[in-house]
């Protein structure tokens, strides 16, 4: 990559872990001291939360159009206000009304302003080799819990939870935002350029018209469990045996096996089709519940890595794979549609598979393999010899 380009990867990887631990990752946090403050059920807050992910959805394929039409740089700087007025409200809430209020504002932020976006952003300024980018914004924003989870603990053990709320305001609004106008530029590669014509291919058929549907289920699946998992990871590791300790320290292994995964696709699987890469991450959960099946308490750490590797990877993937079946044509807005049921899922997966989780204990992990193996197995309807698409069919706008 070049020194420009190396420049916003960095600018972006910086503000999407901004971005990902004051909206995403907050909840993990502050939800239940919030629910407690203002007298609520810990559930409401979380209910809340989903509500604000869903929104999200909605919003995801209008912010992509237009990304495609105009680029990222000033959805992507006005989603960094959008997230730091809604934690504002969020931090002046005294009751349900404001804590609705608070994250309808929030769910605005997560819709224009995380993954999608930024990928589109990148397609939109780099085509098809856009590849290398995505997965370097997602080595550094791979962190975003890392950091956000001991920072917004550390402020709220300091100062109280509306502290937290105001400091992760004053990130998004003082740093994130500026950083995004000033660094991503403003014109992206025009597809009539000499490089463009290097970077996207002129002779590769058209994919299957199924190719929408498949990575729609692909997605759907794997964001479900992700969305379960992020939510019951400690429970799940305890209904397999492990105390609560032993299952705390294993969960906090998925974070660094995510990056590791990302680092892997960085250096060693960069030259193979992302199909590969897909087939590769959705078959590491499953692997990883056979351990834990078989060995119980031994695989309890086994799990957690190797479903963190395949969280990590499946990330990067949603970036590089419609790129690499549809190219960078109306990239933005496919995003945005194939991740409307993807978090749609993603949403509803902490009560569902809590449901289940409850009722069936470690017998639940048969759920999340199976979906896992469902998504595998729709890959090999793809033919990844039709990609890379040099005119992908019409999207309607």
């Known amino acids: 990559m070049t020194a420009g380009r190396i420049t916003v990867v960095v600018a972006l990887g910086a503000t999407q872990t901004i971005a990902w631990a004051s909206s995403y990752y907050l909840p993990a946090i502050l939800g239940a001291p919030i629910a407690r403050a203002l007298d609520l059920p810990t559930s409401m807050f979380f209910g809340l939360f989903s509500g604000a992910l869903l929104l999200s959805a909605v919003v995801g394929p209008s912010v992509g159009r237009l990304i495609d ?10 989603s960094n206000l959008v997230i730091a007025t809604g934690l504002l409200a969020l931090a002046a809430a005294h009751n349900l009304a404001g804590l609705v209020i608070a994250w309808t504002i929030l769910g605005a932020g997560i819709g224009m302003g995380l993954y999608d976006s930024a990928f589109a952003t990148l397609t939109w300024l780099y085509g098809l080799g856009a590849r290398s980018s995505i997965t370097g914004i997602t080595l550094i924003a791979g962190f975003a819990s890392t950091i956000g989870w001991p920072l917004s603990a550390l402020v709220l053990d300091l100062s109280g939870w509306r502290a937290a709320c105001i400091m992760w305001a004053a990130l ?17 590669m025009p597809l009539s350029s000499p490089m463009a014509q290097r970077e996207t291919p002129t002779t590769a058929p058209s994919p299957s018209p199924a190719a929408m ?4 289920f692909f997605f759907a699946a794997t964001w479900f469990v992700q969305g379960g998992m992020a939510a019951h990871l400690p429970g799940l590791l305890q209904a397999a045996g492990a ?3 032993a299952a705390i320290a294993a969960a906090s292994l998925v974070g660094p096996a995510q990056v590791g995964a990302r680092i892997v696709e960085f250096s060693l699987l960069r030259s193979f089709h992302p199909v590969s890469s897909a087939r590769i991450a959705s078959v590491l ?14 695989g309890v750490v086994a799990f957690a890595l190797l479903h963190g590797a395949g969280n990590g990877m499946i990330t990067f993937v949603k970036g590089t794979l419609p790129l690499a079946v549809f190219g ?15 978090r749609t899922l993603q949403a509803a997966a902490p009560f569902l598979f809590g449901l289940l989780l409850d009722d069936v204990g470690i017998g639940a992990i048969g759920l999340s393999a199976g ?7 729709s890959l090999f309807l793809l033919d990844p010899h039709r990609a890379t698409a ?3 069919p019409p999207i309607q706008s």
């Open 69 to 78: 039409r105009h680029g990222g740089r000033d959805v992507l700087a006005a």
């Open 172 to 188: 998004n609004f003082l740093v994130a935002a500026p950083v995004n106008w000033l660094i991503i530029p403003r014109h992206g």
């Open 213 to 216: 549907p498949i990575l729609a």
């Open 243 to 245: 105390s609560a300790t």
């Open 285 to 298: 959960h499953p692997i990883g519940a056979a351990f834990l099946i078989v060995s119980g308490v031994p």
């Open 328 to 342: 960078p044509l109306g990239y933005g807005l496919r995003s945005g549609l194939l991740s409307a049921p993807a």
């Open 371 to 377: 979906l896992y193996l469902a998504a595998f197995s």
């Open 390 to 392: 040099a005119h992908p």
